[in-house]
T-cell receptor, first 111, second 119 residues
Framework: TQLLEQSPQFLSIQEGENLTVYCNSS?????LQWYRQEPGEGPVLLVT?????EVKKLKRLTFQFGDARKDSSLHITAAQPGDTGLYLC???????????FGQGTRLTINP | KAGVTQTPRYLIKTRGQQVTLSCSPI?????VSWYQQTPGQGLQFLFE???????NKGNFPGRFSGRQFSNSRSEMNVSTLELGDSALYLC??????????FGPGNEQFFGPGTRLTVL
């Protein structure tokens, strides 16, 4: 059983379209991170959210943490081919002192 | 500031052999965590070291072990390799590790990984 469920697992869209990736759990998280990983490389940290309802923006990327701190979303506006990659959410369950990762969303942006 | 480095980047071993992977954290980071990434299971936590002590451990068999040196560099060892051990092994460093929470200022930063293939 995955503690963090990401959806969709695969997404292929055209350049210029918008998209949203979801990360859901029944557990409450102290913090939640989003990473992007390219083939053959390690995940690169995009953002950390800690407060329920928090919204953070990184250029065309908008990250939201759910009010109950059990879910998060990543919205990309006007996707570009450079956004292609594996997007991973990772949550720190309260008291666990470690991160659990979702399975990832493999995003492909076609020119 | 240099990032997390891992050596070697690629390894090919045969079943039954053992392997040692190395990780150098970001300067000033005292915590190193190791993860195994496979297509089927995703990223799975192996263990965390802080100040030369293992502070947390995931659900992996005893064939997987690690250690940390006084300069915070860490090594991971896998003995009696099995085909299923083929994976990308990632290490991540942070200032204070999981005990302090992975919030802003103490996030984990990953190295490029070591791709292990077991034949």
């Amino acid at each position: 059983t995955q503690l963090l469920e990401q959806s969709p697992q695969f997404l292929s869209i055209q350049e210029g379209e918008n998209l949203t990736v979801y990360c859901n759990s029944s557990s409450v998280f102290s913090s939640l991170q989003w990473y992007r990983q390219e083939p053959g490389e390690g995940p690169v940290l995009l953002v950390t959210v800690v407060t329920g309802g928090e919204v953070k923006k990184l250029k065309r990327l908008t990250f939201q943490f759910g009010d109950a701190r059990k879910d998060s979303s990543l919205h990309i506006t006007a996707a570009q081919p450079g956004d292609t990659g594996l997007y991973l959410c990772a949550g720190e369950i309260q008291g666990a002192q470690k991160l659990v990762f979702g399975q990832g969303t493999r995003l492909t942006i076609n020119p | 500031k240099a990032g997390v480095t891992q050596t070697p980047r690629y390894l090919i071993k045969t079943r039954g052999q053992q392997v040692t992977l190395s990780c150098s954290p970001i300067s000033g980071h005292r915590s190193v965590s190791w993860y195994q990434q496979t297509p089927g299971q995703g990223l799975q936590f192996l263990f965390e070291y802080f100040s030369e002590t293992q502070r947390n451990k995931g659900n992996f068999p005893g064939r997987f072990s690690g250690r940390q040196f006084s300069n915070s560099r860490s090594e991971m060892n896998v003995s009696t390799l099995e085909l299923g051990d083929s994976a990308l092994y990632l290490c991540a460093s942070s200032f204070l590790g999981g005990l302090a929470g992975f919030g802003p200022g103490n996030e984990q930063f990953f190295g490029p990984g070591t791709r292990l293939t077991v034949l």
